[in-house]
């Protein structure tokens, strides 16, 4: 059981390039998030997925776009990677939007953009 | 948004309990306290969670305050592989969807 798979483990892009991060999981889980993670603080969330065909915005999500593919993937696009985007970031999912349950974590994307 | 407030580290002797706290005064009745943590910086590790009761699982004890207003997870005996980033969490269900809001954690080293 492979749980939250995040591709690629390392990246390292140059200013204004762009690329996706690829997350998918195998739980049948509805809801999927993106974190990202900066040297020393706690876990950011980006955006979110609710449920199939729903993305929404959480605390910082400049300079970022998603996807629900189905209900096993949510993509995370870098348009136009900048240098304050450098970060490690982490795909989650749950089982249910509202209720009670936990959040289960990729092993994370460490980007450098320089 | 509630908020959690914890030490920035905190150390403990191996074998012994680990003890550590979090407040989030300003939690609303409906919303849970959760605990992760972090190894090595990989992905997050959900560890427990609860409400008003006090909560015990096979990894750790949760004991939270009458008022809710602070918790403590309790390891019981740690191991030099507990040493990790310990995050308290408030979950936010907001248009019946939960949030999961991570503060800086408390890094605890267990030592020999």
């Known amino acids: 059981n492979a749980g939250v798979t995040q591709t690629p483990k390392f990246q390292v892009l140059k200013t204004g390039q762009s690329m996706t991060l690829q997350c998918a999981q195998d739980?049948?889980?509805?809801?999927m998030y993106w974190y990202r993670q900066d040297p020393g603080m706690g876990l950011r969330l980006i955006y979110y997925s609710a449920s199939e065909g729903t993305t929404d915005k959480g605390e910082v999500p400049n300079g970022y776009n998603v996807s629900r593919l189905n209900k096993r993937e949510f993509s995370l696009r870098l348009e136009s990677a900048a240098p304050s985007q450098t970060s490690v970031y982490f795909c989650?999912?749950?089982?249910?939007?509202?209720?009670?349950?936990?959040?289960?974590f990729g092993q994370g994307t460490r980007l450098t953009v320089v | 948004d509630a908020k959690t407030t914890q030490p920035t580290s905190m150390d403990c002797a191996e074998g012994r309990a680990a003890n550590l706290p979090c407040n989030h005064s300003?939690?609303?009745?409906?919303?849970?306290v959760y605990w992760y943590r972090q190894i090595h910086s990989q992905g997050p590790q959900y560890i427990i969670h609860g409400l008003k009761n006090n909560e015990t699982n096979e990894m750790a004890s949760l004991i939270i305050t009458e008022d809710r207003k602070s918790s403590t997870l309790i390891l019981p005996h740690a191991t030099l592989r507990d040493t990790a980033v310990y995050y308290c969490?408030?979950?936010?269900?907001?248009?019946?969807?939960?949030?999961?809001?991570f503060g800086s954690g408390t890094k605890l080293n267990v030592k020999p």
């Open positions: 969490i408030v979950r936010v269900a907001k248009n019946n969807f939960n949030k999961f809001y």
């Open positions: 739980m049948n889980h509805n809801s």
């Open positions: 300003t939690i609303s009745g409906n919303e849970y």
């Open positions: 989650a999912s749950s089982e249910t939007p509202g209720g009670v349950t936990e959040a289960f």
